[in-house]
């Protein structure tokens, strides 16, 4: 994660930002303490990547690249706006010891806002890309030679779920919270031949952000849960921690957007889940 010191809604390169509706700067620093804490509290282990000025996006850890055992795919992001800030996540996982593998040049990726894994017990993985708005389908062949890992191609369908993280939430091998407005008939297909026991959601549902979600083991730590969402989690035996960050919403980030997990190894068939 990476903390709000420099977060700002300065520019607009999705939907939901709009300039004269900033956020609060100390409201936002309390909002992402108390996301700190309630993932610590659920069991995980958080690491810092220090800000810089000058990057108000930076606090969108998940969009810095793809992660998987020891190593790093950086993104390169469709925007200028935010390509500064490739250069530090870089760094940052070099200096903690990280494998770096670049992307060859032409397209874009915007890290695991746009990959997200599904790991199923004795199953290799397989990581669901989307592309469209940030991420172009072209690179999803080097992601899964840099990382050994089957990529499966979604088209994401509405510029409000401009990422694959605002629609698609993996939840174990079995589960998923699925936005169907996120994407087309064949995107659909896709998911559901992955996904046995998809949690559909309406536009309604998934415009609260709630497929931006973060899974720590059985807890699910969401932006907002709309009851029936949160009656079928907690059915399939997971609890549910609703976190305010209404501030990061403004730049059209939710929980998700604000972590990048690093407890994540595609190469491994294994019988364990991680997030
Ligand atoms: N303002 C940021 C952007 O438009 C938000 C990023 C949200 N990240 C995500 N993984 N969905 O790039």
């Known amino acids: 994660m990476c903390p709000p010191d420099n977060f700002g809604v300065v520019y607009e390169i999705n939907p939901w930002m709009h300039t004269e509706v900033g956020p609060d700067p100390d409201l936002a620093r309390a909002q992402f303490d108390n996301l700190v804490a309630t993932l610590t509290a659920s069991g995980a282990e958080v690491e810092m990547l220090p800000s810089e000025t000058g990057l108000p996006d930076m606090v969108f850890t998940a969009n810095a690249g793809v992660v998987s055992g020891g190593t790093f795919v950086p993104a390169r992001f469709r ?84 990422h694959l993280d605002l629609c698609f ?72 921690v609703v976190v305010d960050v209404g501030e990061f919403l403004k730049a059209g980030g939710g929980c998700r957007c604000l972590t990048l997990a690093l407890d994540v190894d595609l190469s491994d068939t294994c019988d364990s889940q991680a997030t």
């Open 169 to 240: 939430c993996p939840l174990n091998g079995r589960r998923a919270m699925v936005a169907s407005a996120g994407f087309d008939r064949y995107g659909m297909a896709v998911i559901e031949s992955l996904v046995p026991e998809p949690l559909i959601l309406d536009t309604e549902e998934a415009l609260s952000f709630c497929a931006n979600s973060v899974v720590v083991g059985d807890v699910v730590v969401m932006p907002a849960c709309p009851p029936r969402v949160g009656r079928i989690l907690e059915s399939w035996g997971f609890s549910v």
């Open 79 to 162: 925007h200028p706006q935010r390509q500064g800030e490739t250069p530090l996540d870089t760094a940052w996982f070099r200096s903690n010891g990280y494998d770096v593998r670049e992307l060859p040049a032409g397209g874009c990726q915007e890290g695991a806002g746009d990959a997200l894994p599904i790991f199923s017990p004795g199953i290799r993985p397989v990581l669901v890309c989307g592309y469209r708005f940030r991420s172009d389908i072209s690179t999803h062949g080097a992601i899964s030679s840099l990382l050994g890992v089957p990529t499966r191609s979604v088209e994401l369908a509405d510029d409000r779920f401009y």
